[in-house]
């Protein structure tokens, strides 16, 4: 089966750039998280959406960031204007929410390095 | 904030139990304790949750003081591509934090 799958997987772009993050959940899963990984934070949660409907975006850094997610298939993490302080590694993870318990399954990420 | 106290690194000799202790004084009755661990460059990865009662799968054992306090994740005999950051995590639904894990290095 594939597992969580995010695009693309290196970025570079320059300061100023808008930057689209991809993300396809593994299908049949009804919660999705998007994720930010620095040396200095270590993993942060940005976002989580369940059915589709964003639950909590206290983790959004700031207005630059945005998250949609318009079906259960596909999510997206925009940011614009990008700036250099936002190089990190982003992870998309997705979980089947039945349970007060949820194992959460990772996509390989997308490292992001804005210049 | 993270609700866990991890130490940052640890050391184990290949083919040996490795025993990763996880410190969660403040957890509340109905949090669960969540372990995952991150090899490099890849994303965390599920290994073993519980709540009150030892749980042992095909990849751990992890096990829960009485008073829930503080756990043990236990790898029974490490291999070199156990080498990861292990995570501790209390949490209850769908938002868990990551704290900072600890680091395993396995020995040849």
């Known amino acids: 089966d594939a597992g969580v799958i995010q695009s693309p997987r290196h970025e570079v772009t320059e300061m100023g750039q808008e930057v689209t993050l991809r993300c396809k959940p593994i299908?049949?899963?009804?919660?999705l998280f998007w994720y930010r990984q620095t040396m200095m934070r270590g993993l942060e949660l940005l976002i989580y959406f369940n059915n589709n409907v964003p639950i909590d975006d206290s983790g959004m850094p700031e207005d630059r960031f945005s998250a949609k997610m318009p079906n259960a298939s596909f999510s997206t993490l925009k940011i614009q204007p990008s700036e250099p302080r936002d190089s990190a590694v982003y992870f998309c993870a997705s979980s089947l929410r039945q349970t007060s318990t949820d194992t959460q399954y990772f996509g390989p990420g997308t490292r992001l390095t804005v210049l | 904030d993270a609700k866990t106290t991890q130490p940052p690194s640890m050391d184990c000799a290949e083919g040996r139990a490795a025993n990763l202790p996880c410190n969660h004084s403040t957890i509340s009755g109905n949090e669960y304790v969540y372990w995952y661990r991150q090899i490099h460059s890849q994303g965390p990865q599920y290994i073993i949750h519980?709540?009150?009662n030892n749980e042992t799968n095909e990849m751990a054992s992890l096990i829960i003081t009485e008073d829930r306090k503080s756990s043990t994740l236990i790898l029974p005999h490490a291999t070199l591509r156990d080498t990861a950051v292990y995570y501790c995590?209390?949490?209850?639904?769908?938002?868990?934090?990551f704290g900072k894990g600890t680091r395993l290095h396995i020995l040849p």
């Open positions: 519980g709540l009150k």
């Open positions: 995590i209390v949490g209850r639904d769908d938002k868990i934090i």
């Open positions: 299908s049949g899963h009804n919660s």
